[in-house]
């Protein structure tokens, strides 16, 4: 598999001896999406800064495009929008894609076609001769996108990409993400959104205090967290006290009532683990047999925010049960 | 090639925006304009009955006897500093010196009035030259104090950085793209009084661009000391006010120490170590203004020595930015 980014025991040690990475190795596919994980402070951002040498590594090796990432030219085709960017106030928005288009090496018709096309896509065409200082958070956010994606990069770094932009527009800027991947663009994502992490990122890894804890795919991440068996609820009719102890002996827990009817015949949420999908007719089988009522059966994926408190949460005493429930 | 005219170009237009900068040009081009509104000749028959041309200013009574005397001043004070320059030491409080100050202005008068006109124009441009000396200086360094600070903010080096470009470009754009306006904006204003006085006396007098060189050499060594500033603490307001501070007081004290005429053998041998390693704005202003009146004697001494700190200063500002973690 060819690599667009690859990293080798990378770490960065601050002046005061504060460790923001320790021995990263990651490996990002060329043409995935990939979205890197953490609590604040877990060192994403200075991952993203060492490997466009904005900050030095202070140990270990690294490639961008499969060039060492202290060579400037590792950085030719590469996007980057920085976490609370400020742009220029005395530019526009096309200064603006103009201005780092020039400083990528584009020039002439095709910088301009670029400026063209990019505000375009993050639907800032009509806003391109205004100064980025009247625009609003979200409309700033998207000009970086626009000047991030310019060039069509071959690998675009997006640190918060959506932070700030309203729910419509966020939804807009994810079209533009799967847009750059399917041209063929690696897209690097750090986000505190897992949930945008999770429809959009193929390749997930999660770091902690500098230290990557977890990477694969979505699917890997969620099969780690959760370990090989499968949670499902059922929400039934009053079980008999005799079939609810063999249930119970296998795990089965009754969940807390919701505000509803209750009494004896109330229907009631409980749940329990399985090895896999094939365990579930025989409990439904017994149910049946000892004539309780089953309203519902739904096998409980865990979710990549759940999958992050899992694997994060341990060493800082949570617990997620499944459903998110910490 | 085209990233560092993109940077220098970025500074051109973070400079339109600046008030000051606006200021600094509108002062320049006044005083060009009211000079070359007020100088005008007439023509005036001498005792012998000669008609002569003559360069006077309006409203200022005996102008042409004054711009004569001070060409006299100005070229006898430029022979004395070879005196000085060549060890032979004289105090002009004693008899001594001021026997040969009256020798050698009496000397430059009848020079003088070898060609009248001509000497007339060159004290009018050196006094000019020394109000738009002062004026630019003033201002630049008020101009200039934000270049590096503001490139340097976070969340704006960021994406600068990240592109394909070696680090000493990006500095070196700021850095000529800051002198490039000064030394245009210096351009227009000597070549405004160039064809200006030249259409109003018939005196065209290209030395007045002589004054740019070292006048350049000055704002770029005293912009290479905020932009070391700027590099270090990212402050804006204390790389001005070390800037005036050290132009306006520690400059004159400077001066004052290295350069006046007192003390014994031991102070004035100090004085001479000290001279080829302090910096003296006052110093240079001099020797380049004196490049008007087409001295016979230029002091290459603080010129080197400035010259010597502008390297300096420019090259551990860029060894600072150059390893810096943003």
């Given amino acids: 598999m060819e690599y667009a980014i690859q990293t080798i025991n990378l770490s960065k040690t601050y002046g005061g001896g504060i460790k923001a990475l320790s021995g990263v190795s990651l490996e990002v596919p060329r043409g995935s999406c990939f979205g890197l994980l953490g609590p604040n402070g877990a060192g994403k951002s200075t991952l993203v800064k060492v490997l466009l040498s904005i900050v030095r590594a202070s140990g270990g090796t690294a490639t961008l495009r499969g060039v060492d990432i202290r060579s400037a030219a590792a950085r030719e085709r590469v996007g980057y929008l920085p976490e609370g960017h400020r742009f220029p106030n005395y530019l526009t928005a096309e200064g603006v894609c103009r201005y780092f288009g020039q400083l990528g090496g584009l020039a002439g018709p095709e910088l301009e076609r670029e400026i063209d096309d990019k505000l375009e896509i993050v639907g800032l065409s009509e806003w391109r001769k205004v100064k980025v200082k009247k625009f609003s958070k979200g409309m700033a956010q998207r000009v970086g996108v626009a000047q991030a994606l310019i060039g069509d990069p071959e690998v675009v770094f997006l640190d918060e990409p959506t932070d700030g932009v309203d729910p419509v527009a966020r939804q807009g800027l994810r079209e533009v993400i799967r847009k750059a991947t399917a041209r063929g663009s690696t897209v690097f994502i750090n986000s505190h959104l897992l949930a945008e992490i999770e429809v959009l990122c193929d390749y997930v890894a999660i770091l902690d205090k500098g230290v990557v804890r977890q990477q694969g795919t979505v699917a890997e991440l969620l099969a780690a967290a959760s370990g090989a068996s499968l949670s499902v609820r059922f929400r039934t009719g009053s079980i008999p006290e005799s079939l609810w102890t063999k249930l119970a002996e296998r795990g089965a827990e009754r969940e807390p009532a919701a505000a509803g009817p209750e009494g004896a015949g109330a229907p009631q949420w409980f749940h329990m683990e399985v090895a896999d999908e094939a365990e579930i007719s025989p409990i439904i089988d017994s149910l049946r047999e000892a004539a309780v009522l089953v309203f519902a059966v739904e096998p409980r994926r865990m979710r990549l925010e759940d999958a992050f408190i899992e694997l994060i949460g341990a060493g800082r005493g949570m617990h997620v049960a499944r459903g998110g429930q910490i | ?326």
């Avoid at chain 2, 051109?12 to 006044?30: E, P, Y």
């Avoid at chain 2, 200006?196 to 661009?209: E, K, M, S």
């Avoid at chain 2, 001279?275 to 010129?303: C, G, K």
């Fill in chain 2, 1 to 326: 090639m085209g990233a560092l005219i993109a940077i220098i170009a970025d500074t051109w237009r973070q400079s339109r925006q600046q008030v000051v900068f606006l200021i600094m040009l509108g002062l320049l081009a006044l005083t060009a304009l009211t000079t070359v509104a007020l100088v005008h000749t007439v023509e005036v028959t001498t005792d012998d009955g000669a008609v002569v041309e003559k360069v006077v200013v309006y409203g200022i009574d005996d102008a042409g006897e004054l711009l004569s005397e001070g060409w006299a001043g100005l070229y006898s004070t430029s022979i004395l500093a070879e005196y000085v320059n060549e060890g032979e030491s004289v105090d002009p409080f004693s008899e001594e010196g001021q026997e040969l100050q009256q020798k050698l202005f009496d000397f430059a008068a009848l020079e003088a009035q070898t060609e009248p006109k001509r000497r007339a124009v060159e004290t009018l441009i050196w006094a000019v030259g020394f109000v738009v000396y002062v004026v630019s200086m003033m201002l630049f360094i008020a101009a200039c104090a934000g270049y590096f600070p503001a490139l340097l903010e976070a969340g704006a080096v960021d994406i600068v950085l990240a592109k394909p470009l070696e680090r000493w470009k990006i500095f070196l754009g700021k850095y000529l793209g800051g002198m490039a306006l000064f030394t245009a904006a210096l351009l227009g204003t000597y070549a405004l009084l160039f064809f200006g006085l030249g259409l109003r006396t018939g005196v065209w007098h290209p030395a007045i661009f002589m004054v740019m060189p070292l006048q350049v050499l000055s704002a770029g060594t005293l912009f290479a000391l905020i932009a070391l500033l700027g590099v270090i603490r990212g402050s804006t307001a204390l790389a001005m006010i070390v800037g005036y501070g050290y132009y306006l007081i520690v400059d004159k004290i400077m001066q004052f120490l290295l350069f006046a005429n007192f003390g014994g053998e031991g102070w004035q041998s100090l004085q001479k170590v000290l001279r080829a390693a302090i910096p003296n704005f006052v110093r240079v202003r001099d020797t380049a203004l004196m490049a008007v009146i087409n001295a016979p004697a230029t002091d290459w001494q603080p010129v080197m020595v400035m010259f010597a700190w502008l390297l300096l200063s420019l090259g551990l500002g860029y060894w600072i930015f150059h390893r810096r973690d943003f």
